[in-house]
């Protein structure tokens, strides 16, 4: 190994003998074990490589012509070896830093960095277009061209493709419909800018300092207060703009709106994450509270023997402080709106919420 071969006169093996390895560049060693992997059936993303690495390793492939055993072997031993005295890698450039810290970083910071470095922020837009639900995509087919609108269609899956179709007036599905048929010399990068400018297009939306509306924050803020806050909040609301105050008191959750929002069915499994303490302490000051409707309805529908249970364990207990009656409840909705969020548990929607 003490001089390099000219690519494409490797010695083979012959009289059966075995040939010393043959010194070779870096960029043959990649080709032999780029050829190697894609002898064994491995599949190895050389798209993600730079054009111009991409084109000198397929030169250098076809360069080349066979490599002896002894040679080969070397070649694999240098590379494992390699590969083994790896601890950490990190992806390429600018790029792959902004993608190990998609979602660590803002979105705004991000956005910034890639435009002062120039770097796409898809690898494959379509990958992501097609993750997005017809809610998104259909704007896109109503108000893009006909002819990005087929390119669209025509990248998604059939099912999907056909569910926006029927989605579309008659007349415009049609139009879409025959382009489509005309998209056979639409080019590769052509189809990739579009992507790329559709992908964009998605993500352009402006940056909210909150993840929720104002009713959704009022309405949570209030939930946390005292019935005395609560009411005083709503009433100084009422007067200076009784539509949103209508709207935070659809958003707001109590005990007191137990029967109306939670389904009968879905009383025991509300119950079972309630402390017993907390749950009759609810249930023994309800009546002086004014919710006694919300105590009958949780009592109703569970099991005769738990009623019967917890009824006697209420009349034993001595009157209830409006104070103890708060926290009581405040961690019976609390428990409640947990499990909304968790997805365990759905609340009915009040007749007019949606109006």
Same mark, same amino acid.
């Given at each position: ?63 080349? &012509? ?5 040679? %080969?072997?070397? +070649?694999? @031993?240098?590379?494992?070896? =390699? !590969?083994?005295?790896?601890? *950490? ?24 960095l ?10 494959d837009?379509?990958?992501?277009? &097609? ?5 998104? %995509?259909?704007? +896109?087919? @109503?108000?893009?061209?006909? =002819? !990005?609108?087929?390119v669209? *269609? ?11 179709l ?20 639409v080019?590769?990068?052509?189809v ?24 959704e ?10 019935s ?42 509300v ?14 000051g ?70």
């Open positions: 190994m003490s001089e390099m071969v000219p690519m494409g006169s490797f010695p083979a093996l012959s009289d059966g003998k075995v040939a010393e390895p043959v010194a070779l560049s870096r960029r043959a060693k990649a080709a032999i074990v780029v050829r190697l992997l894609i002898n064994e059936g491995a599949d190895i993303p050389l798209e993600e490589l730079p054009e111009e690495l991409q084109a000198k390793l397929t030169k250098q492939m076809g360069a080349m &012509r066979t490599v002896d055993r002894a040679t %080969l072997a070397t +070649v694999v @031993e240098e590379f494992a070896h =390699e !590969v083994e005295s790896i601890g *950490l890698s990190f992806k390429g450039g600018i790029a792959g830093a902004l993608d190990a810290l998609d979602g660590k970083i803002s979105k705004h910071t991000a956005d910034r890639r435009k002062e470095a120039g770097v796409r922020k898809y690898g837009p379509w990958q992501r277009l &097609r993750e997005l639900g017809p809610e998104k %995509l259909l704007p +896109v087919l @109503e108000n893009e061209s006909t =002819e !990005v609108a087929a669209l *269609l025509s990248k998604l899956d059939v099912k999907r493709a056909a569910a926006l029927g989605k579309l007036p008659g007349p415009e599905a049609r139009r879409i419909t025959y382009a489509v048929s005309q998209t056979s010399a080019s590769p990068d052509a990739d800018r579009i992507g790329l400018s559709l992908a964009s297009q998605m993500d352009s939306e402006p940056l909210r300092a909150f993840d929720n509306g104002p009713v924050r009022v309405g949570a803020i209030l939930n946390s207060t005292t005395t806050t609560r009411d005083d909040v709503l009433e100084g609301l009422d007067e200076t703009d009784a539509g949103f105050a209508e709207l935070v008191r659809r958003a707001i959750f109590t005990f007191a709106n137990i029967p109306q929002r939670i389904a009968a069915r879905d009383i025991p499994r119950i079972r994450v309630i402390e017993q303490d907390v749950l009759v302490t609810a249930l023994a309800a009546e002086a509270a004014g919710m006694q409707e919300s105590a009958d309805f949780i009592l109703e529908n569970m099991s005769a023997r738990m009623a019967d249970q917890l009824r006697e364990e209420v009349q034993e207990r001595d009157k209830v402080k409006p104070s103890d009656m708060e926290e009581a409840t405040g961690q019976i909705v609390e428990a409640i709106r947990d499990m909304e969020a968790a997805g365990d548990l759905l609340l009915i929607v009040e007749e007019g919420d949606d109006e």
